[in-house]
């Protein structure tokens, strides 16, 4: 069991066997609701039959994390009488989990919440570090608030039924991590991925789960509130995001990422930062992981791309903050020029590294 420090309580990360297990380990069922998403009836439902009375389905889409989607979710909430004292328990991914977190963090101005992830990529990194990230009209995870469950229940046995593209894109985090922390964990990560199979793939996605949030820790406990060197935690994101949305989210979020970290790469040997090797190391090492998303990208509308980069939060005026990378576990954020520095590396990486 972890356990995450954070500003506004300390929360605990444990493991259960399945489904089952994670539900009886919720505090206070008899007053919970629970936010679920609607395939994990579809694929679930014995297990889910004892809560069907308690549960607010939602589907899991990026639509779903907006304003206007949530009137009726705060209704529906309320009218089925959760009050101050209750618990909404989200079990879901990282759609399910921004939504869940967001209502928590504003019904009754804070209410208890807990987390069963569902997905790679909300077991792996967004079930802790206590953000929450909403959409409004285009613009993606504009709106947020900072508001931790008070415990997150993992269990592996659900990643099963996760589809191929979800796994992978849960996978893009899990890279961006271990590449954050340094060459040995990215190395052994690389060897494992080479090795997964059917048989082998649940005790592998544990043990990388466990060391990517192991990794990810520090930073949150840091730097809560994103002001510093949590930053580094965007490493590929600030074109990942870019890529998701000039493409109609038609690129999954961690399959972004590893575009984006690559694109950073790509950016850094151009300022002198990286090796011409490493970036060509890391393009022959991640293909695999990003195919065949790197056809989507080269079909995107490059002003699109660029459009969406300017928006991003972390951007002001002619220059745009980066995550940059001297290699695994070397990176630094900087500011760097759009038109001059960034523009011409993004084309370069879109039109003529990915044609490769
Ligand atoms: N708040 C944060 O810290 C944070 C961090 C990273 C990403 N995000 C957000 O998370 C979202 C992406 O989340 P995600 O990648 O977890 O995916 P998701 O929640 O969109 O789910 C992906 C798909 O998998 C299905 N699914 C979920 N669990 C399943 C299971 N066990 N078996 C079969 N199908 C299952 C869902 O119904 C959906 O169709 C994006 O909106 C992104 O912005 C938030």
Redesign the pocket.
């Known amino acids: 069991m972890l356990t995450i420090k954070s500003r506004d309580r300390n929360y605990t990360v444990q493991v259960c066997a399945d489904l089952p297990a994670a539900l009886q380990s919720v505090s206070r069922p008899e007053r919970a609701l629970y936010l679920v998403?609607r395939?994990m009836i579809q694929?679930y439902g014995p297990a889910l039959a004892g809560i069907a009375e308690q549960c607010v389905v939602l589907e899991?889409k990026?639509e779903q994390?907006s304003f206007e989607q949530f009137t009726p979710v705060f209704l529906e909430l309320l009218q089925r009488g959760l009050k101050r004292d209750g618990v909404l328990v989200v079990i879901?991914?990282?759609?399910?989990?921004?939504i869940g977190c967001f209502i928590a963090s504003v019904l009754f101005r804070g209410l208890y919440w807990e987390l069963v992830p569902?997905?790679l990529?909300?077991q792996a990194?967004?079930c802790i570090?206590s953000?929450?990230?909403i959409n409004i009209g285009p613009y993606k995870?504009q709106i947020g608030t900072f508001y931790p469950p008070g415990r997150v229940l993992l269990t592996s046995s659900?990643?099963r039924?996760?589809?191929g593209d979800?796994i992978r894109?849960g996978l893009g985090e899990v890279i961006k991590l271990q590449l954050l922390h340094g060459p040995d964990g990215f190395d052994e990560l690389m060897a494992d991925l080479a090795a997964m199979n059917a048989e082998n793939q649940p005790a592998l996605l544990t043990k990388w789960v466990l060391r990517s949030l192991a990794v990810k820790q520090p930073y949150i406990e840091a730097d809560e509130f994103d002001r510093g060197i949590r930053n580094l935690l965007n490493y590929g994101h600030t074109f990942g995001h870019a890529y998701e949305s000039a493409t109609h989210f038609g690129i999954p979020?961690?399959i972004a990422v590893i575009l984006g970290m690559l694109t950073a790469t790509h950016l850094s040997v151009r300022l002198g930062l990286a090796t011409p090797e490493h970036f060509a190391d890391l393009k022959k090492r991640l293909a695999p992981w990003h195919q065949p998303y790197g056809a989507t990208l080269q079909q995107a509308d490059l002003a699109a791309i660029f459009t969406a980069i300017r928006h991003d939060k972390k951007n002001t005026g002619d220059a745009v903050n980066c995550i940059l990378t001297a290699g695994p576990g070397r990176m630094e954020k900087r500011r760097v020029d759009f038109q001059h520095e960034l523009m011409p590396s993004v084309t370069a990486f879109i039109q003529q590294e990915l044609a490769q």
Do not use: F, M, R, W
């Open positions: 998403d395939a694929l899991a990026e994390k879901g991914g990282g759609v399910l989990q921004d569902t997905t990529l909300a990194d967004s570090g953000k929450s990230s995870n659900i990643l039924t996760l589809p979800e894109s979020h961690g």
